[in-house]
């Protein structure tokens, strides 16, 4: 299957790969998956209509990084700098991946948490060019039409949302197409090649009435579909993936609460699909505790854990620590013993009405024996529980208050403590307000990126929690080996993965630098297919590689920030290039 309408990838006598334009001259360096800008060849030019058109320099894919780089660096706020980012991403996405691989610990938190919570909110004014696809509720009925006009025929990666819970900033209407941009960014960083991607904004209205009174906000200006209307919008618009991109994963971002357990419950079993939120932000913290009980020298058995947060993260979170427990050896009624859930209304008890998805975390006060009288909230849930890990999903900036991170160190002298929630001013509390009030003994990873904290003299890192350790690794490890469905032990696999990259790589640490990313993601895509393999969920030839084999065949699939030979249509052309669902972009 071609990949896009506008080239082919083909193979010449000895196997490398060149790109056949079919556009040509002016047209050809408007569209970013194939302009080169100043590094088009002398020949390239000739051949594909450029003379005239291009200064006279040619440039190398490093020295236009470099040139880039130095204008990057140049004074101004970071909003600004993500625009410039998505600029250059919808000129040339080759330099634009080249880039942000070369700086991605500098860059990850321009293109992603948390400059991308302002960029959602600025989303109408920096608006510049369509990226991705829309789909509007004034044209619902046409999703199968619209979908056509994609300019890509083979997508294997989507993001999509419907900006009903962004980030710990809510409903932000069209906005929301800045997070599923951002998340297929960090996809690409991690080995999927940007033209097997798609960011999907569900344009179902918003509720923000500051969105509706805007006159240059440029999403439907009406409030959210609800019930039967959003389910048979959700329907039409799986239904119309499966039949043009039937071997498209989906990845679910940013729901309400309420929605996002829904939709994944809805889609699970008709179309390979996760949600991030939930599953990823549970991966990423049961990693994180893993590594955490490492540097304790603790067995992650004997943990009491705190969740602060019952939304789909919390919640989410809070799954994952349960079936890290029961997977460590715990009984299922052990496991549920050592996790406390909190939600805006304290502890989670079974003695008030509670949402669905809340039940199974609901604990019986008669058998907790705090004999209290009213709900638990944070600081006696963790008195009372003995709390030994603490981690924060609940989008209030300060709930760790120095009372509460005190309660946690006299239950334990090295506390773990995640204050999870993005963006950085709804994080739970300051990792260096924490270190000083447990004399630097907490151990504090943190959603957003942090600074290290010095002192007393001695300086302290402070682990990244960020879901870009597992999303991009389990997406692309789904999309190599055709999996069927994404299954909880799969998520469950890129935990372990990324808990023992950590261990193996970085001992001191509880969280890789983000530099590393696309190691993290080529090793959690490695352990992803061995789980679906073993779960019977593998449909492409995978069965049977050792992890050796898996790793080779994982390597050689990542693609890469460079450019292809480009040659002119008819020009002696090989055979077309092996569509294995990685991408051959130029």
């Known amino acids: 299957m071609p990949i896009s309408p506008y080239y082919d990838v083909k193979r010449d006598q000895q196997g490398k790969r060149y790109l056949v334009p079919r556009v040509s001259g002016f047209e050809l360096t408007r569209i970013p998956l194939l302009n080169k800008g100043t590094a088009f060849t002398a ?14 320099h040619i440039d190398t894919l490093a020295e236009q990084v470099e040139r880039l ?67 509007n509720t004034e044209f619902i009925g046409e999703v199968d039409k619209a979908l056509s006009n ?18 710990g900033i809510g409903d932000q209407g069209y906005g929301g197409m800045a997070i599923s941009i951002g998340k297929l960014s960090l996809y690409t960083a991690g080995g999927v090649a940007p033209d097997r991607t798609l960011p999907v904004e569900l344009s179902v209205g918003t509720d923000r009435q500051s969105l509706i009174d805007d006159p240059h906000y440029l999403g439907p200006k009406h409030p959210r579909l609800r019930g039967e209307e959003y389910d048979a919008f959700m329907d039409q618009f799986v239904e119309a993936v499966i039949r043009r991109y039937p071997k498209a994963i989906i990845q679910w971002e940013d729901f309400s609460r309420d929605a996002a357990f829904r939709v994944l419950e809805r889609y699970r079993d008709r179309v390979c699909s996760f949600n ?59 496991a549920a013993n050592r996790v406390f859930v909190l939600d805006q ?37 963790v008195q009372h529980s003995g709390a030994t890990m603490l981690l924060g999903l609940s989008g209030v900036g300060g709930a760790f208050t120095e009372e509460v991170v005190r309660a946690m160190q006299h239950n334990t002298a090295r506390p773990v403590i995640f204050p999870m929630s993005n963006p950085t001013p709804n994080c739970e509390a300051q990792p260096e307000d924490v270190l000083r009030w447990t004399g630097g003994q907490a151990i504090v990873c943190t959603g957003s990126p942090f600074a290290p904290v ?45 808990a023992e990259y950590t261990a193996q790589h970085y001992p001191e640490r509880t969280y890789p630098p983000v530099s590393a990313l696309r190691e993290v993601s080529l090793t959690v895509a490695v352990w992803v297919i061995e ?20 790793t080779e065949y994982v390597r050689t699939r990542a693609w890469e920030p460079n450019y292809l030979p480009y040659r002119p249509a008819g020009a002696n052309e090989g055979e077309g290039a092996s569509g294995d669902g990685t991408g051959e972009t130029a």
């Open 276 to 334: 991030d939120d939930i599953q990823g932000t549970g991966a990423v913290a049961l990693a994180g505790l893993l590594s955490a009980c490492r540097l304790k020298g603790e067995q992650y058995t004997d943990q009491k854990i705190v969740v602060h947060g019952g939304g789909a993260g919390g919640i989410g979170v809070a799954t994952a620590l349960r079936q890290g427990l029961i997977q460590a050896g715990l009984s299922a009624e052990e």
């Open 150 to 167: 994609v300019p890509l025929d083979d997508v294997r990666m989507i993001v999509a949302t419907d900006s009903s819970a962004i980030l």
């Open 345 to 381: 209304r304290g502890l989670i008890q079974n003695d008030r009405e509670l949402e669905a998805f809340k039940q199974p975390f609901a604990h019986d006060p008669a058998k907790l024996g705090w004999n209290m009288g009213h709900n638990p909230d944070l600081l006696e849930t």
């Open 454 to 498: 010095e002192l007393s003299g001695q300086t302290y890192t402070v682990g990244q929690g960020n879901n870009a350790f597992i999303f991009p690794g389990l997406g692309f490890g789904a999309i190599l080996c055709g999996a069927s469905k994404i299954n909880d032990a799969m998520v469950a696999q890129s935990a372990y993965a990324l």
């Open 531 to 550: 789980q679906a393999v073993k779960d019977g969920v593998a449909t492409a030839a995978v069965q049977g590689l050792s992890r050796d084999q898996l």
């Open 69 to 135: 780089y130095q204008r990057y660096q140049e004074p101004q706020l970071p909003i600004d700098k993500h625009a410039f980012l998505r600029s250059l991403q919808d000129r040339n996405e080759v330099l634009f991946y080249a880039l942000i691989s070369k700086h991605l610990e500098e860059m990850m938190p321009i293109i992603y948490t948390p400059t991308v919570g302002q960029a959602v909110q600025e989303f109408s004014r920096i608006y510049r060019v369509p990226r991705g696809f829309s789909v």
């Open 43 to 56: 020949q390239e030019r000739r051949d594909l209509g450029l003379l005239g058109l291009l200064p006279q």
